[in-house]
């Protein structure tokens, strides 16, 4: 079993900045494809940004050059550096990471853009 939690939501004003870390309860070098998700209030999930464990990304084609997401396999962590935050980013950021058949989420954290 793997257990996904993040941190580093906030509020935070249109134009700033946020970058929110995932950690993970085991090596992530086991882990092929760790991703980023948002869930608006009364939207569906949807993908913000992967990346594998050789370093390749991939993005929403609407958030591309603001958000960038990493990952520090030494300290079992991903990342999701937040740039430039619009009102219409508020959701909350949930962690994803499947393995072995299984998909495990983290519980996420809220970031709120105000205007």
């Known amino acids: 079993q793997v257990q996904l939690v993040e941190s580093g939501g906030c509020l935070v004003q249109a134009g700033g900045s946020l970058r929110l870390p995932c950690v993970a309860s085991?090596?992530?070098?086991?882990?092929?494809?760790m991703g980023w998700y948002r869930q608006a209030p009364g939207k569906q999930r949807e993908l913000v940004a992967d990346i594998t464990t050789s370093g390749s990304t991939n993005y929403a084609d609407s958030l591309k050059g603001r958000f960038t997401i990493s990952r520090d396999n030494a300290k079992n962590k991903v990342y999701q550096q937040m740039n430039s935050l619009k009102p219409a980013d508020t959701a909350v950021y949930y962690c994803n990471a499947p393995l072995e058949r299984l998909t495990y989420w983290g519980r996420g954290t809220q970031v709120t853009v105000s205007s």
């Open positions: 085991i090596r992530i070098e086991r882990i092929n494809v």
